[in-house]
């Protein structure tokens, strides 16, 4: 069966870095586009950013260009999500999400959490 396992989270500062994976299995990771989504206390999930299945076209919410890069590893079926220059409002449960014949299929998270 699909399963996403996203790992990395943590308590960081601000201005601080942080390296989130999402260990994918039960498809065909390189046929497939991924994404990273966030949900903060008190607001909706929220899209964050997409990697094309070759890994050689990304895109990013407004909200985190420039300082979040995400990137893929086919050989080890995993998409990453380096977060850097973080910010309070960063905190959030991270999710890795892949689309498969019609389903959503989404990992448990992972919280980050910016604060001094």
């Known amino acids: 069966q699909v399963q996403l396992v996203e790992s990395g989270g943590g308590l960081v500062q601000p201005g601080g870095s942080l390296r989130l994976s999402c260990a994918a299995s039960?498809?065909?990771?390189?046929?497939?586009?991924m994404r990273w989504y966030r949900h903060a206390p008190g607001k909706e999930r929220e899209f964050v950013a997409y990697i094309s299945k070759a890994g050689d076209s990304t895109n990013y919410a407004e909200s985190v260009k420039g300082r979040l890069t995400i990137s893929r590893d086919n050989a080890k079926n995993t998409v990453y999500l380096q977060m850097n220059s973080l910010k309070p409002e960063d905190t959030a449960v991270y999710y890795c999400?892949?689309?498969?014949?019609?389903?959503?299929?989404w990992g448990k998270g992972t919280l980050v959490t910016v604060s001094s």
């Open positions: 999400y892949v689309g498969l014949a019609g389903m959503d299929y």
């Open positions: 039960g498809f065909t990771f390189s046929s497939k586009t």
